[in-house]
């Protein structure tokens, strides 16, 4: 994959165990060797060693009070990375899932919604017939 591409995620020391996995999955079955930065909530130094043993870069945020709300502020602390990578076909998961194939597929379908990324979960290969969430035509 020559194309410039990043994968973002977000973890706190609540879920930091899923991000090894995640990373693990996604390098090996997902087929992914760009380039991986992990907004850092509070992981625990054991498991920044194997994240960045895996090639992805930790990015510092502060921890918002009540920590389940990262949902919500991870969006706002990818701003300033985003900014630095506008050359980039940019996609975020969540790091409770695992990857089973390639996902090199995926960037391909950023090449067909210019300017915006529907949401990968809703949106099956086996309703292959549209283009955006749940097989709708833009």
């Known amino acids: 994959m020559d194309e410039k591409t990043l994968i973002l995620a977000s973890a706190s020391q609540h879920c930091e165990n899923l991000l090894i996995e995640w990373l693990a999955s996604l390098r090996t079955l ?10 850092d909530y509070g992981i625990g130094n054991r ?23 990262i949902v919500n502020y991870r969006f706002v602390d ?3 990375i985003i900014e630095q990578y506008r050359q980039h076909k940019i996609v975020t998961f969540d790091a409770d899932i695992g990857f089973t194939s390639d996902i090199g597929e995926l960037f391909n379908e950023i090449d067909e919604v210019p ?3 529907y949401s990968v ?10 283009r955006g969430p749940r097989g709708s035509k833009l």
Request: aromatic content about 6%.
């Open 30 to 39: 997902g087929n992914y060797h760009g380039k991986v930065m992990v907004l």
């Open 78 to 80: 990818m701003l300033p």
């Open 115 to 117: 300017g915006c990324l």
């Open 121 to 130: 979960e809703c949106r099956s290969k086996l309703f292959n017939e549209g």
């Open 47 to 69: 498991v920044k060693m194997p994240v960045t043993k895996l090639s992805a870069q930790l990015y510092p945020c502060k921890k918002p009070n009540p920590e389940k709300i």
